[in-house]
Each structure stands twice: as structure tokens, then as C-alpha cells.
């Protein structure tokens, strides 16, 4: 009894020894062989039997939208990248290593599935995670984050209300979907609320992210795909402040031009000016914009259509301009004959009443002559007073002629009907184009 008692104590001695010799990670790399078949573990796919798929788990995290580039219709997100899949030949009791779960080891050490983005146009310059992490039970982790530029196709119909969906799918470089199935542990609810909480924004407002997989095949190869959709909305406030609301004042301005005076050139030259300012706008929002859109984007429309209105009110002012100037150059050549008939009459009425007078005798004579002289000078006299009578009427009648000059012709009469009519067309017209430029922004897909 005392010798199986003497066993039994150093049987738990020798026991307790050696598991408290396996507590250190190395003890679980050289249990699972790492050094002796280094270059067989990173090589091959880590399965027991060939025609045993590797179930590898994608997951996505959206941190940031550093840049949506309309132009070149690119999406440049900063994501964080989590991957699993199973390792048959990584597997060990914790309870033989002091309970050690998990080991953090070299990613070159061991097979990692070929996963790629298809809309990935610029290779990430960060490094990949120099460590990928083991459990117990052969799953293998490994987290990467990354600033991807990839192809987005743009819609920008509704710029600057525009809501944006971008694609990110991983698949397998080489290898089908009977040799890696490509899966998403995250629930759409979860994973959503998870990219909701981003750091930054920039310009754009996370809606929602939804991710599904779905088989693919291209050349009679099918393989797995996880497709995560992105949909975001641009923040409009500084488009609103920046573009729309400035041309909608251009166009306010247009409109108060009405009250300017159409006999000087300064309404003209101010209809110019604006007509340039809406110019300058089209040309900045061409450097915006992509030019392969497959539809004309509305606020191009808009832009255009505030430039015709702003066109057809200053060829009115041209129209108005060219009227009232042939108007008063018709009344300047009246108002000349006019007054060369006047001074016709007036030296023929000069003339004859000079001519009843003797040819021989002065003024001075007839006063120096008799009294019947002085009778027959006095008949001249009231016949010399008729003719006055007659060059005052003259006069007159020139006077009331120059008045009648004064009033306004009738191109000029014409204007101002020609103003008024414009006015509530371009009015009207502008009022129901905002209208249905707002209804189409709203409803518009």
C-alpha cells in the first residue's frame, strides 16, 4: 500500500511538471510541427482530403469615404478587412498548454486564400498585417486595413441630390468554388449598424451597406464572390450655397434689369455681364461632372435653361435698343425738313412784305415826305403789320410742330408694349422651369 502511494504521488508530480513545461507558445508551435513542415503549411490548401472545401469568411468594415471622384468615377474607401477559414492541420488541447487558446504567428507562415477585389484599380502602398492569429480548434484569423481605389459607376442625374452605390466584390484569384466557398458571418442589421459608426464623412453620408454571395461563372469556371453594395448620399448644403443659389440671384438680377432705362447702354452691357457670370458657372461645373454619363445630369439642364432665359431677355433688350434708335432717327429727319420748310416760309413772308415797299425810297424818306406820304406810309404800315401777323402764325405753327415732335413715335410706343408682354413671359416661364426642375430633383430615379 505505501508503494502504490508513493506511485500515485510521483505520477502527479511528473504530470504537474510537464504541463507546466507546455505553457509557452513555442511549446504550441513545436507541437503543431511549424518548423519541421514550414514551407508545406504556407503552400498548400490546409485541407485532409482534396475534394473538401475551405469555407473562407469575409467581412467588411467600412471606417471612412475619403473621395468620390465624379469625374473619374472612382471610390476611395478606408475599410478594414476580416478573414477566416479553417486550417485541418492547426489543431490542439488548450488544456495541454495551460489553457492557451490562440497564437499569434507570421502571416507568411502559414496558406492564405488568394482573395481580391475586382474593382480595385490601385494596389493599397500599406502593408498587409504582418500577423495572422491561430485557435486551438484551426481556425485562422487575419485583419487587414486598407485605402482602396476602386471603379464606381456614377450616377449623377440628380447632382447635387444624388445618392451613390458602390460595389466591392472578393473572389478567388485561381482557385472554384468546389475548392474555397466564400461566406459572411455578419448579419446585414449588425454589419450596417457597425459601418455606421465611422469616423469621417467627408462629403458623404453612409445610408446603408448590404452584403450578399452569389456564384459566378465566366468561362465555363464558377467561383464564389461576396459582393458588399455601399450606398451613400452626398451632403448638398455647399452645392446649394455655392452653385444653385448664386445662379438663381443671376437670374433674380436679370429679371430686376427690366427697370433699367432702355435709352442708354447700360442695360445692355448689365445683361451681358450676367449672361458671362452663368458662363463661368457651366465651365466650373464641367470640371465636376463626368462626361460619359449616360444621362444629361439636371442641374445641367437647369444651367441651360437659365442661359436661355438670360439669352432671350437680352436679345428683347436688343430688339427694344434697335427699335427706339430707328424710332428717333426717323424724328430727326422729320424734325429737320420741318425746319427747313419753316425757314422757307419764313424768308418768303420777309421777302414779299420788303417787296410792297418802294423800291426807291427808304424808311427815313418817308418820314421826311408830305403828309399824304406820310398817309399812303401808314397804309404800308398796316399792310406791314398784316404780314407780321402772318410770320407769328408761322411761328407758331412751327412751336406746335416741334411739340408734336416731342411726344413718343410709335416704335417707341411698341417698346414699351413689347417690354410688358416680355416681362410676363419671362416671368411665367421662369416660374413654371424652377417648378418643374424642383418636381423632377424630388421624384426623379
Not at 53 to 75: G, K
Not at 91 to 114: A, M, R, T, Y
Not at 214 to 243: G, L
Not at 307 to 323: G, K, N, R
Amino acid at each position: 500500500m505505501m508503494l502504490a502511494g508513493f506511485l500515485f504521488l510521483l505520477f502527479i508530480t511528473v504530470d504537474g511538471e510537464s504541463s507546466e513545461g507546455n505553457c509557452s507558445y513555442q511549446d504550441v508551435l513545436n507541437h503543431l510541427n511549424f518548423t519541421k513542415n514550414k514551407e508545406l503549411f504556407s503552400m498548400l490548401r490546409p485541407v485532409k482530403h482534396y475534394k473538401t472545401p475551405t469555407n473562407v469568411s469575409v467581412d467588411v468594415l467600412l471606417r471612412a469615404i475619403l473621395d468620390v471622384r465624379e469625374l473619374d468615377q472612382t471610390f476611395v474607401p478606408y475599410i478594414w478587412i476580416y478573414m477566416m477559414w479553417e486550417n485541418e492541420h492547426i489543431q490542439w488541447e488548450p488544456e495541454d498548454f495551460c489553457g492557451i487558446k490562440e497564437v499569434s504567428i507570421p502571416s507568411e507562415v502559414l496558406w492564405k486564400p488568394d482573395i481580391t477585389i475586382e474593382e480595385i484599380i490601385e494596389k493599397d502602398k500599406a502593408s498587409p498585417s504582418p500577423h495572422l492569429i491561430i485557435f486551438s480548434d484551426g481556425i485562422v484569423f487575419v485583419k487587414n486595413d486598407q485605402v482602396l481605389v476602386t471603379m464606381c459607376r456614377m450616377q449623377v442625374f440628380k447632382f447635387p441630390f444624388d445618392i451613390q452605390t458602390c460595389t466591392l466584390t472578393f473572389k478567388s484569384v485561381v482557385y472554384s468554388d468546389e475548392q474555397i466557398k466564400l461566406i459572411t458571418n455578419t448579419e446585414n442589421s449588425d454589419f450596417s449598424w457597425y459601418s455606421m459608426a465611422m469616423r469621417t464623412e467627408f462629403e458623404w453620408l453612409l445610408i446603408k451597406m448590404t452584403v450578399h454571395a452569389e456564384p459566378v461563372t465566366s468561362f465555363d469556371f464558377t467561383q464564389d464572390q461576396v459582393i458588399f453594395i455601399i450606398s451613400m448620399k452626398r451632403r448638398s448644403a455647399i452645392y446649394i450655397i455655392n452653385f444653385l443659389l448664386p445662379i438663381l440671384l443671376f437670374l433674380s438680377l436679370d429679371l430686376a434689369s427690366f427697370l433699367i432705362s432702355d435709352s442708354g447702354g447700360e442695360k445692355l452691357s448689365f445683361k451681358v455681364t450676367m449672361l458671362l457670370a452663368v458662363t463661368v458657372m457651366q465651365l466650373i461645373l464641367n470640371e465636376i461632372l463626368p462626361s460619359s454619363s449616360e444621362r444629361i445630369p439636371l442641374i445641367v439642364v437647369f444651367c441651360i435653361g437659365i442661359f436661355t432665359l438670360m439669352m432671350l431677355s437680352l436679345l428683347e433688350t436688343i430688339l427694344v435698343m434697335y427699335l427706339t434708335d430707328k424710332d428717333s432717327a426717323s424724328q430727326d429727319s422729320k424734325t429737320d425738313q420741318s425746319q427747313s420748310d419753316g425757314n422757307k416760309q419764313d424768308k418768303k413772308k420777309w421777302t414779299s412784305c420788303l417787296c410792297d415797299l418802294s423800291a426807291d425810297e427808304t424808311p427815313i424818306e418817308l418820314l421826311k415826305g408830305s403828309s399824304s406820304q406820310l398817309m399812303e406810309e401808314a397804309q404800308v404800315g398796316e399792310g406791314f403789320s398784316d404780314e407780321l401777323r402772318e410770320v407769328l402764325k408761322t411761328l407758331v405753327l412751327i412751336l406746335n410742330s416741334r411739340k408734336e415732335e416731342e411726344k413718343p413715335g410709335y416704335w417707341t410706343r411698341m417698346t414699351k408694349t413689347i417690354n410688358k408682354v416680355f416681362f410676363i413671359f419671362y416671368v411665367v416661364a421662369a416660374s413654371l422651369f424652377l417648378i418643374c426642375m424642383l418636381l423632377v430633383w424630388t421624384f426623379a430615379t
